[in-house]
């Protein structure tokens, strides 16, 4: 028997790194997954590894592609259960010579992308009085650092967001989370497009001994396994090496 048995749960930015890390995680305790992302191939290399599971094509910038993405999950897996808002961009780089547009797709990505995801899934959930929503944040959620403006200020938004929506539904039985990971192994640094920026990161993580996607996989099972009093709100998951 798994720890999520009779479980259903929707991943989005599943088609690499920690998204896809979680998925084959939380079907591994029994939860039926929808895996959604925009790369489709690699969607349907992911599922082939699932059991039972569905996969959907997502930009999460799309508010009906969200609202379809949780019908879809509802209607062909039975329910919704667990919500991982993973689908985000680092593009990291100096504020006075930013490209705007860098800005423009972390907030579109990593805050109203996950906000349009909670919008939809929340309504069933507070109606069954039970669900889990596990926003994946950063460490730059906490602490800003030069370089990172624009980041820090989506994944502060992210917390901030989070916290809010916490006191608003704790009281009906729906659990709100943060996963705050610090260095993690993962393509977010290859997006960086400041060269500068992105050389910079790539050398510091290479002095860590960085995290695996699957800790934060394994963070995320052990929040929504919790029994329904228990509410892990927030989690911060930093390599030992890591000073910030």
Known sequence: M??????????????????????????????AVAIAARRTDRLDVLQGRLDKSIAIELDVTDEAACRNAVA??????????????????????????ADTEDWRRMLNTNVLGLMYMT?????????????????????????ARLGSGGYNASKWAVNAFSESLRQEVTARGVRIS??????????????????GTRSLVKSTIAQTTPLQAEDIA?????????????AINEVLIRPTDQER
């Not at 879809?72 to 010579?97: C, F, K, S, W, Y």
């Not at 394994?218 to 228990?230: G, K, L, M, N, T």
Request: net charge negative; charged share 15%.
């Open 178 to 195: 943060l996963v705050e990971p610090g260095a993690v192994a993962t393509e977010l640094t290859d997006h960086i497009t400041h060269e």
């Open 119 to 143: 919008h939809a899934a929340l309504p069933r959930m507070l109606d069954e009085g039970r669900g889990d929503i596990v926003n994946v944040s950063s460490v730059a959620g906490r602490i």
């Open 72 to 97: 879809r999950t509802q209607g062909e897996l039975g329910g919704l259960d667990i919500l991982v808002n993973n689908a985000g961009v680092m593009l990291l780089g100096p504020i006075l010579d």
């Open 2 to 31: 798994g720890l999520l048995d009779g479980r259903t749960a929707l991943v989005t930015g599943a088609s690499s790194g920690i998204g896809a890390a979680t998925a084959l995680a939380l079907a591994a305790e029994g939860a």
């Open 218 to 230: 394994r963070a995320i099972v052990y929040v929504v396994s919790q029994p329904p009093y228990v």
